[in-house]
């Protein structure tokens, strides 16, 4: 059956049974790897996309439930030679071992900053309790995500101040 | 009438089975035969050739082999460090391969803190011994001694000013030869690159989607 989604601001047409979990549909059809299968079952966090600003685990939702809606990904967030600021903080902190992990808790992280640009600490942990790492970098993910709420802030200051 | 068969069952009967299966690999190990020739430092001693860790194009391109993988504990970076360094080249200037089955060394498995104990040590003397190589091309083209000579930035320049690119010293360099056991490595004092916290280069692939 054909499924029109909305990826990282482009609509596009896949052909697959409407139960796909969307991780699938990203990975298998439209290339995009940031997402990550970990259990596949919801409790690992490492498929972890936005879907209209909300963070999901993209292993367990089917793509038929995500028709006109605005799914992004790691990649709609910025490039390696573009990148957004929760990636510039990712790189500047270091914040990754493996990076399995890292993909969903930057989804996570995103999502939780879109709606609090200032989060608290606690906030941030409770934003992240759905996202596991076993690498162990977790205090330089936190670290990482309070230096983005820092960059998105100045570059929205930029943006009213230019704009 | 139905036969019974729950895990202790099949634990009980497949038992000899398992054992005998899990012994034979390690005196496959055991048996395995020593290398012929002088005993060279790290890996080197299984794969004895310089060009299977280090091979320069006429260009100048730099590519350094290992045979162990990135998993996130930064060998990329630690490598490049290691061979950048006794190349007397940047960082940036080397392009790594890790664990191709097709063309990097067969070192086993990535564990036990084993890959800059071995392979880095690898690296590392192959890496002091092409430089060597390449100064005393230099010198042969140049016609003075190879501790006359500075090497940087992939070009070898002599006492006079004459300069000559590791492309082109490369091109007349023939690294399928086996590394020998010592090595001029580049003595603490004068390292530039090993002992600095470098970026991980795997870092911004992975946190844009990217290959890392």
Not at chain 1, 122 to 151: K, Q, S, V, Y
Request: charged letters at 20%.
């Amino acid at each position: 059956m054909a499924i029109t989604l909305d990826v990282n601001g482009r609509t596009q047409e896949v052909d697959t049974d409407p139960a796909t979990p969307l991780l699938y549909v990203l990975r298998d059809y439209l290339k995009l790897n940031a997402a990550k299968f970990g259990c596949g079952l919801g409790q690992c966090g490492s498929c972890t996309v936005m879907v209209d600003g909300q963070a999901v685990f993209s292993c367990v939702t089917p793509v038929m439930t995500l028709e006109g809606r605005k799914v992004t990904t790691l990649e709609g967030l910025g490039t390696i030679d573009a990148p957004a600021p929760i990636q510039t903080a990712f790189i500047e902190v270091q914040a990754a071992q493996c990076g399995y992990c890292i993909p969903g808790m930057m989804m996570s992280a995103q999502a939780l900053l879109q709606k609090n640009p200032q989060p608290s600490e606690r906030e941030i942990r409770d934003a992240l309790r759905t996202n596991l790492c076993r690498c162990g970098t977790h205090m330089r993910i936190l670290a990482a995500i309070r230096r983005a709420g820092e960059l998105m802030k100045s570059a929205a200051a930029e943006k009213a101040g230019t704009g | 009438m139905t036969q019974d068969i729950n895990r202790r069952t099949i634990l009980k009967a497949g038992g000899a089975l398992i054992v005998s299966f899990s012994i034979l690999p390690a005196w496959a190990q055991e048996a395995a035969q020593p290398a012929p020739g002088p005993k060279l430092p790290g890996s080197l001693n299984d794969e004895r050739f310089l060009d299977s860790w280090i091979r320069i194009d006429a260009e100048g391109k730099i590519v350094v082999f290992t045979g162990k993988a990135e998993l996130g504990q930064g060998i990329k970076t630690a490598l490049i460090q290691v061979a950048a360094e006794e190349l007397e080249v940047e960082p940036a200037d080397i392009a790594l391969v890790t664990a191709d089955t097709g063309r990097t060394a067969d070192e086993g498995f990535t564990a036990g803190s084993q890959s800059m104990q071995n392979s880095g040590t690898a690296i590392r003397n192959a890496a002091a011994q092409v430089r060597e190589l390449l100064l005393a091309k230099a010198a042969e083209k140049f016609g003075t001694g190879s501790g006359e000579l500075k090497a940087a930035e992939k070009v070898i320049t002599a006492p006079d000013g004459r300069k000559a690119g590791y492309g082109e010293l490369a091109a007349a360099i023939d690294l399928h030869i086996e590394a020998k056991p010592q090595s001029m490595l580049k003595a603490p004092g004068t390292l530039r690159i090993i002992g600095k916290s470098l970026p991980r280069v795997d870092i911004p692939a992975k946190v844009t989607g990217g290959i890392a």
